[in-house]
């Protein structure tokens, strides 16, 4: 079997993941007709509880990112620079590249050395060269984004107390950015430094949350806008947001703690073949050099590998909710 046929195998592998994530990500016919009733409900509604609501869907709806574009972009390429943004690095898409040009350069020599195989060594290359650095900066974001949902209940709460004492909003706003520490402190800090220069209150925080892409921040900037138009006591209005964010961090702790069991038993299984094919290639490298020379075993690797692949991301699926 030649490489033409190894590459015909693993074009219709492709196509067969990308058919199965639109059948599993993709939206049925009944989720979309319940969403436009909803929308007709919230439009002809005179409730001020459901016209609230559905400003806080479409706040949602408009900053969630589809496929690999970033809610508020308009290229891959603007995507990927808000995304190095949200880790909170000084990173430039330029470097982003040239770190995982040099990866898969340096990956693709070392398993070329080592098998002699030049295309399993720049597939190989490029899976880690374009996956490892997308991972890392998965990982970044996520961990600050984690760190601003802990702290932003604190911060908002010291913008009721500064509200209960008489301060004015942008008063208030400083002093969040003083005192709490990490991306909320961060953050605050260049709401104001925007008002300073003479953008708008509103454009500052609807920036900073198509920026952050966070839910949380993005109840706030609604909260704000809406009791700019209707009046009333900002300071509840925010001390009941504050009590809500924190009820959602619990339940989070909470499907977190259930889920667990399951994450770690597929952490475990999924993990296993690779531990034990690397043991058995470290002890005796003759036993596998088959993988790495002959296009059958090779056809049996790669599509092993892709239906694990499918495989973690059922589970993924499975375990993953939506608050």
Not at 26 to 40: C, D, E, H, I, P
Not at 117 to 126: R, T
Not at 191 to 200: D, F, M
Request: proline fraction near 3%; charge should be positive.
């Amino acid at each position: 079997m030649g490489m033409m046929e190894t590459g015909v195998i693993a074009i219709g592998a492709f196509a067969v993941l990308s058919v199965l994530y639109v059948l599993l990500a993709g939206s049925s016919a009944s989720k979309t007709t319940q969403r436009r009733l909803q929308a007709v409900r919230y439009r002809h509604s005179e409730s001020a509880d459901a016209k609230v609501e559905s400003q806080l869907k479409k706040a949602i709806a408009s900053r969630r990112p589809r496929l690999n574009y970033a809610a508020g972009s308009k290229s891959r390429k603007e995507a990927l620079a808000m995304r190095l943004d949200r880790t909170g690095k000084n990173w430039t898409v330029s470097q982003y590249f040239y770190a995982s040009l040099g990866l898969l350069l340096l990956v693709a020599i070392v398993m070329f050395l080592k098998t002699g195989s030049l295309p399993l060594s720049l597939a190989v290359g490029l899976i880690i060269g374009a996956g490892l650095p997308h991972l890392v900066v998965g990982y970044l974001v996520k961990r600050r984004t984690n760190a601003f949902t802990v702290k932003f209940p604190d911060g908002i709460e010291l913008l009721v107390r500064g509200l209960r004492s008489g301060l004015p909003v942008t008063e208030t706003l400083s002093v969040v950015a003083q005192e709490v520490p990490g991306p909320v402190g961060e953050e605050f800090r260049g709401i104001v430094e925007r008002i300073k220069i003479g953008r708008t209150m509103e454009e500052s925080l609807q920036e900073t949350g198509d920026r952050l892409g966070i839910p949380e921040f993005n109840f706030f900037c609604i909260t704000l806008a809406i009791q700019r138009e209707t009046g009333g006591n900002l300071a509840e209005t925010l001390s009941n947001l504050a009590d809500v964010l924190r009820k959602r961090a619990q339940m989070k702790l909470k499907i977190r703690a259930m889920s667990s069991e399951s994450k770690a038993s597929a952490y475990i299984v999924g993990a296993l073949p690779f531990v034990v094919f690397t043991m058995i290639w470290w002890i005796n490298p003759g036993y596998l050099n088959g993988f790495f020379t002959d296009d059958r075993l090779i056809i049996v690797g790669i599509g092993g590998f892709i239906w694990m692949c499918i495989g973690a991301f059922i589970m993924a699926k499975m375990v993953s909710f939506e608050i």
